[in-house]
């Protein structure tokens, strides 16, 4: 019974599989969202990591302020879009909905533009972010495998 206990424990050792993870604190940012090292974060949280630096916060200032800009735009000029579109359907000379929808295209192209702001100068903050990170000491991710390996058992440090 000790043999088969024993036996149990080894091959439990052995199979179990140990990985050290240092945080790098990397920023990314892509399709208007934020990540730390691979992980979601959000806008409120990506400000609040990037206070440390007075020229990446500013960006993201900056970055807000458009974002709340195209929300304020967009969401009327779809209405106005809508509409003018209803008004179509439901018989009204197109000479009479033509400055509602005008007016609805012009406030969602203004929202768009602020969007693309949003997304430049959230880019600009990240990347001055992470240029800003001493780099000397990025630690990597650190694996230690214990189990069979080519030359019998033994353990195994993979990067």
């Known amino acids: 019974m000790k043999k088969i206990l024993f036996l149990i424990m080894l091959f439990l050792a052995f199979n179990a599989e140990t990985k ?10 892509g399709q208007g969202n934020f990540f730390l090292n691979g992980s979601f974060i959000s806008f409120q949280q990506a400000r609040e990591i990037m206070r440390v630096n007075e020229e990446a916060s500013q960006y ?22 809508g509409w003018g579109i209803g008004g179509l359907l439901g018989g009204v000379p197109f000479s ?4 509602y929808l005008g007016v609805g295209a012009g406030l969602i192209a203004g929202s768009v533009l602020l969007d693309l702001g949003f997304s430049k100068n959230a880019d600009l903050a990240v990347n001055i972010f992470n240029t800003s990170m001493p780099t000397g ?3 990597t991710d ?9 030359s019998g058992i033994g353990l195994k440090l993979a990067f």
């Open 20 to 29: 050290a993870q240092f945080s790098s604190d990397r920023m990314s940012f």
């Open 60 to 81: 993201m200032k900056r970055a807000r302020a458009n974002r709340t800009w195209s929300n304020i735009l967009s969401y009327p000029g779809y209405f106005v879009i």
């Open 96 to 99: 009479e909905s033509a400055p």
């Open 137 to 139: 000491h990025k630690p």
């Open 142 to 150: 650190v694996r230690l495998l214990a189990g069979f390996t080519s």
